[in-house]
């Protein structure tokens, strides 16, 4: 089949759009034949020259990440008279930035690709390689990635407890990448071989995942009781001086209400008050005095919000945190102890920090934050120990992207909690997408994950990344849910990305394999590499 260069552009554009469109809330499975698309592209011709590789990846990833991260605009518009006109900047920005991966992924695969159906390995090694680049260099950005495709606590989904998501991803390229080979195949019997090794991956995903599901063990009678806060305040009316008694009072209303048992812990989202904690703990404060009407004695508050530390200039340091309010008879602050604090390590690029300020500033470029100044990060995290409640691993917003990040300090948590502001991301598949990117680490770590946010979708995910009840984009309420038991340390625990890294290693030694024979056997015959005109 003859193809134009302007067609191939547009399939390319097309490829990755059906790869996005397969991630929750669209949920499209077929859409991973975009994977499948890109590859037919590149293997069309014999040599394609580096630079139409790179251009066929680099679109694809355009229309990936333009579909996955789109959202991200309406962090812009909160304020738009201030921060409207980088929307579309921002954007173009992040999308392209993203799809130089993809770009030099297919570049790379087109120089070493020798030809064969064993092309789907060499391809699946490159470009999940390259994601997992794109989840470290420049401090990262791993949204969505392809192995994240399979909607969290599903039976495929469950996998990532040995291999991660990132190992995931590899499967799923591959899997994507198998109807490639389609159009090359002559004979039954090829096909045959082609269509049963592709479902033979499809049950052992399916098959072991559900056995897995099936063995989960019940919760505990003493686990703790967990109510997590949504009070839905829109982002756009949070900064308004005027309206921070409103909001404490809702929050103060909300972690009152009375359930069927009371909570032993109380989450509050990220940044949920307007103000810096440090200018709500002094006596008499309107803030300790609402919470001493609505704590009892032994429950903790766990809010995110803001504090300041001060320099030795006389400046301040400010961090995005979660702190630990713990109420005892007899304890300082009208009965309140801080029992734990953490801040945020991985912070938001242009969100709660400038990189390259200095120019960044002279474009008129600003944070988002509503601080005097860029946020610090934090150390390097590790579970915290609050009197009276489990070691847990805070993840505030943000760091829920990053496998491998919770528990890499101290000892094992026995859960996660992610707050996170999806306020600024408004009704869109982001927040939605979050969800299930959290789901991801707790099957990860083999823990569960308490998830409050402000405006959506806060919920109690299990150790098998099983959301349960949730709170939908635009609601106020809590959610009471006891705690779901821990499971035993993951193979992903215990020995992180080595998975993806020999499916890799052995997919480039196949290759090299394979090369210095000269040939390779079975289904290769019958699967000729079409060297059509480009």
């Keep these: 089949m003859i193809v134009s260069p302007r067609q191939s552009a547009g399939l390319a554009l097309a490829a990755g759009i059906f790869a996005a469109l397969a991630f929750p809330p669209f949920g499209l499975l077929p859409g991973i034949a975009g994977y499948g698309l890109l590859l037919w592209l590149l293997s069309r011709e014999a040599d394609i020259p580096a630079r139409r590789a790179f251009f066929y990846g680099w679109l694809t990833g355009l229309g990936y990440f333009s579909v996955s991260v789109w959202w991200v605009t309406e962090a812009f518009l909160v304020e738009a008279e201030v921060h409207g006109w980088m929307a579309p900047f921002a954007l173009a920005f992040l999308a392209g930035g993203l799809a130089v991966f993809w770009g030099l992924a297919c570049l790379v695969f087109a120089k070493a690709s020798r030809g064969g159906w064993t092309r789907i390995f060499l391809f699946a090694a490159i470009l999940s390689g390259f994601e997992w680049l794109r ?4 401090s990262g950005f791993p949204w969505n990635l392809p192995g994240e495709t399979w909607a969290s606590g599903s039976a495929p989904s469950q996998i990532a407890s040995v291999i991660g998501a990132y190992g995931l991803s590899y499967v799923t390229i591959a899997l994507g990448a198998a109807p490639a080979l389609w159009p090359d195949v002559r004979t039954l019997k090829a096909r045959g071989v082609l269509v049963a090794m ?3 991956v499809l049950a ?21 009781w967990v109510r997590l806060v949504q009070a839905n305040i829109d982002q756009k009316d949070k900064w308004r001086p005027e309206n921070l008694q409103v909001i404490l009072k809702t929050y103060l209303g909300l972690s009152a209400t009375s359930g069927a048992r009371r909570p032993d812990i109380i989450v509050w989202p990220e940044g949920a008050l307007p103000a810096v904690i ?15 009407k609505t704590l ?24 995005n945190s979660l702190v630990a309010l713990r109420r005892d008879l007899g304890a300082p602050m009208e009965g309140f102890r801080v029992t734990g604090v953490y801040d945020k390590h991985q912070l938001v690029p242009f969100g709660e920090y400038l990189p390259l300020s200095p120019l960044a500033s002279r474009l008129g470029v600003r944070t988002l934050v509503h601080m005097p100044q860029d946020f610090t990060p934090g150390p390097t995290p590790a579970p915290l120990e609050p009197l009276g409640i489990p070691p847990v691993q805070p993840l505030i917003c943000y760091e829920a992207l990053f496998p491998g990040l ?10 996660l909690l992610n707050i996170s502001n999806d306020a600024w991301f408004g009704a869109t598949s982001g927040p939605w997408q979050h969800l299930n990117i959290a789901g991801y680490r707790a099957i990860e770590s ?8 402000p405006t959506g979708v806060s919920t109690m995910i299990d150790a098998f990344g099983r959301p349960g009840t949730r709170l939908g984009l635009g609601q106020m309420g809590v959610i009471d849910a006891q705690l779901p038991p821990a499971l035993p340390q993951t193979l ?9 890294m020999l499916m890799i290693l052995g997919s480039l030694l196949l290759e090299l394999a394979l090369r210095l024979r000269g040939k390779s056997k079975g289904i290769d015959r019958e699967l000729p590499i079409p060297r059509a005109a480009g």
């Design 278 to 292: 440090d200018d709500l703990l002094y006596p008499d404060s309107p803030f300790l005095s609402g919470l001493g």
């Design 446 to 453: 083999g823990l569960p994950i308490a998830r409050a946010t």
């Design 492 to 500: 992903y625990g215990r020995w992180g990305d080595i998975g993806l």
């Design 296 to 319: 009892s004695p032994g429950q903790t508050l766990m809010m995110g919000t803001n504090r300041a530390s001060p320099t030795l200039e006389g400046g301040y340091l400010y961090y």
């Design 204 to 224: 052992c995903l399916y098959g072991w995942g559900a056995y897995r599901l099936a063995h989960a063990p019940g919760p505990s009678p003493t686990a703790p």
């Design 198 to 200: 592709t479902g033979l």
């Design 135 to 138: 989840g470290h260099v420049l």
């Design 406 to 415: 919770s528990g890499t300090v101290g000892a094992r948590p026995a859960w």
